[in-house]
Every structure is written in C-alpha cells, then in structure tokens.
C-alpha cells in the first residue's frame, strides 16, 4: 500500500462514528499511508471509485476510531502463562516429578508453574513436598488467576509474598526474573498485543511496577524493528520504592516515537468498599469507620508535587469518596494554568463512588477519569445492589456514578485494570450503558450509565487525551493516523441485550491491518 495511487482503501457504512459529531452517519473513511485521507457523508466522490482503489462496504457496520485502554498490567497478565503448564496435575507424586524436571534445566533461578489446581495448591503437604524438592531454589505454582499459590520456604524468604498475599504489587520482585526472559516474554507481548487488537484495542497506557525491571528494553526493541501493533504509554507504579524523578526523565527521553512513550507515575490510595478499606466521607453503615485502611497522603502527597514540578503526570486510585475528595486537594496543589485546569494532565482511576461537588472539582482542574464500565460483568444484581446497601446504605445509588460524572463536566476514560477485565466494547455499552449484572437479569441504577456514544467516546478521544496523543488519534478525521477498528454488527442499532454477539471484524493501525476476524 502506499503507491501512486491516491488512496489505498476506502470504507464505506452506513454506521461511521467518527467521535467528533457524536451521532453515527453514513458515509466513507479513505486511507492512505498511514493516515486517513479523508472522511465524508454519503456516497463516494468518483475520484475514489478508480478499479485500482479497493472499496470495502461494510454495510450497517459500525466503524470507529481505534480503541485506547488506559489502564493496563500486561506483566500482571502474561504470570497465567509463567512457567509450566501444571492444568493437568492431580497428584503430589506428579507434582514432585515437575519441579525436578524443571529443576534440572540450565542457571535456573526460580521455578513458576501456572494452573495448579486449587485443592492441591492448599493441601498442607504440598509446600512440605515443595521444600523438600527444592531447598535452595525458589519454587512458584500459581492457580489459575493467580490469586493464590503454592511455594517453598526458600520464596517465602527471597520474594516476601505468600500464599493467601499474592496480589500484584506484591508479585515485584518475582518479575524482574520472568520479565528478562526473552523466549518468555516476547512471545507473551506478541500474543498480548494480538488480542488486544482483535478487540480493537490500538493503544494501552501500561503500569509497570518500579522501573519496569528491565521490560523497557523489550519495548525499545520492539519498536526499533516496527514489531508493535499496539501503541503503549507507560507508566511507573512505585512498589518496592518511592517515585523516581530520575527514571523518568531517563524514560521521557528515551522513549518519543508514535508506539512508546513514558506517561508519568501511577499510585494506589484506598482499597475495596465492601472490605471497608475504601475511604468515605461520611462513616460506613452503622460504623463509626470510615476507612480500615491506614493511608499515607502525606507522603502520596509529596511524591505527586514532586512529580508535576518535574512535569510529570500522575494517576491515583479512588474507590470512596474521602479518597477522591482527599485526590483533588493533593491535585489543586498542583501547577495550574489561568483557568484553573492543571498544567499537567493527572487522572483519577477506579471513581466507584463519588460526591457531585467533587465531580465539579475534578471537572475544573481537567482532570481525566478512567472508568472500569465492565465491572458489573464481576457479580450479580444483589451481589452488587444488596452488599453495598449494606456496607454503605442509600449511597449505593450513586455507585458507579457515571452519568453524574459526565453531566458536571469530567471526562471519562476506557480503562479495564486488565487482567482484571479484558477490554470489550460491547461488553462496555452491555454493563456501563445498559448497567446490566453478571446475571443479565436486572439492570443496576441504569439512570447512572452513559450513552452509546458517551462510552464510545471514553474509549477513542478521550482515552487518547488521557495518553496525550488526541493530536493524531481518538477521531475519524482527516489527517489523522488511520487507527480504525470495523464491527461485525450496527452498537447503535443492535438492541442492547443482543449487543455482546456483535464482535470486532477487523483493526488497523497505521493503515495497516493488524486483525481481521475471517483471517484468525
């Protein structure tokens, strides 16, 4: 493609969302290069219908600019795949026959395994076989999901987790081993990138725990050979020390092409309402607590000042309200320019529940939210209306307050936390829209979610606001880089408890094609 002809592709629907008139119309998107050449209403100008230029009609088919997750832990999600495959193992004798195996490898570190079964992972003998195997060398079996594990006593000692403590900021010191894994973990980022576009996914803004422990030279390799199909903003989450000033210059420098980029420092506050680790503003349901959880935003504080002095962005964490009521005083502090707005775009993750004045707060400073709008695939109607009725009583109703947020000005964000949800756009306007329950039985406040065209919005222009890249993506507009993903199916039309069948067809970037469903 690229040629001498004037374009290299047209596409044609009657169903284009271009996330700039907000009402989807019929009409074309012409390629050429790398970048849209132009977009129009109606039919095709005759100097497009050459023989030599392909035309593509999609019929009813929505096509939108490709998607952007802001929020993203692929290091979290290739550790399903870390080590070896154990989904067949039902006994400790075969267990025990593994490790050695693995054992006898060359310069073994450590040893992982993936997909242990459950019941075994807890059997008390298991660790005592573990120990016995593997006295000097770390041993690691996860479940799948890896929220738990079985190890010896040997990584109880060299990585501080355990068992029952395995969640992912405690999994750091385990990554700098399987991160610089090259066989490992490269075929892992070309799988990841894969099905992030086969989901119309064309740009992350990843977290990275520290200084990435060495995964920032993967990247770099990768986009010096044109390997990425996915364009990814990266952020630093301190874990195993404070925000580094110094990394970041380094990685903001280092890091300037069209696919990576260093994006700033990210941080957790709060915790989960319903374990009363969430910070409220008003005490839990007959409590006098408002938050179980001891937070340091003093020193959350600092290290945010210290960032935006050095022109550095910042995301932080909010499940309740006191944790973002207490993130907008920590961001007014912040560099601001003559309308109020921040210097730096600084983000708030998660927003579960939050305060109509502070909406207006975060709408003033221009602060952008990332929004999980797939949480309520996770649980049940009760499972999410009866259990914070409980914990937080009528504040419930404003859970997940999305149309609030939007209506007193906050621009929202597509984020999935993956691997903690994997980013679907369907499944984004089935939950965050229509606020549907795991059960896909009764919808949940459905007066709290957004417009079809609102979510798709939060997961073209505004996420590439979030990644500061709304210059040459987030919108069909000419001029643009030709980011596009295809739909099987009409989001507008389709009724919403038949939008998850819709999937994507295919996905481009830079006017390449990186997914096409009839292909794979």
Known sequence: MGGNMIADEVLVSTGIYDSVSKEPYAGYVVIKGDSILEVGRGEIPDKYKEPSIPVHDYGDATICAGFGDTHTFFTGFIIDNLGVDLSGTKNLEALGDIVRKALAQKEVKAVFGNHLCPELAKESQTEALLNEVSPDIP????????????????????????????????????????????????????????????????????????????????????????????????????????????????????????????????????????????????????????????????????????????????????????????ILDIYEKCRRNEDGSLQNRHGITD?????????????ALNAFGEIYAQVYALDTYEGYVEAYKEAVGKRQERYLNYRSLKDHGVRLCGATDLPLLIPSIPESIYYGCANYGMDRQKRINPENGLTIAEMLDAWTINSQYAMQREDILGTLEAGKRADIVIFTGDLFRTPVEDILEIEVERTMVNGQEVYNRSKS
Request: proline residues 3%; glycine residues 8%; contains cysteine.
């Open 351 to 363: 927003l579960e529940l939050t305060m109509p004045e502070d909406e207006e707060r975060m709408a």
């Open 139 to 326: 041993v690691v079996l996860f479940v799948p999901g890896h929220g738990t594990c079985a190890m010896n006593q040997k990584a109880r000692e060299e990585f501080g987790f355990s068992p029952q403590a395995c969640y992912a900021e405690a999994l750091y010191k385990i990554m700098g081993i399987y991160l610089n894994d090259r066989t490992f973990v490269d075929d892992q980022l070309t799988a990841y990138m894969h099905m992030m576009n086969s989901r119309g996914v064309t740009s992350v803004k990843e977290m990275g725990f520290d200084d990435f422990y060495g995964f920032t030279d993967v990247l770099k390799e990768f986009d010096e050979e044109k390997k990425l199909s996915l364009r990814i903003s990266f952020m630093s989450q301190p874990v195993g020390a404070p925000a580094n000033m110094e990394y970041g210059k380094k990685m903001r420098e280092k890091f300037q092409s069209e696919f990576v980029r260093f994006s700033g420092f990210n941080q957790m506050t709060d915790g989960l309402i319903l374990a009363k680790q969430g910070h409220l503003v008003e005490p839990y349901e007959g409590t006098a607590t408002v938050c179980e959880k001891d937070i340091d935003y003093d020193s959350i504080e600092r290290e945010v000042l210290l960032a935006d002095e050095n022109g550095f962005r910042f995301t932080l964490h909010a499940e309740g309200d006191g944790a973002f009521r207490r």
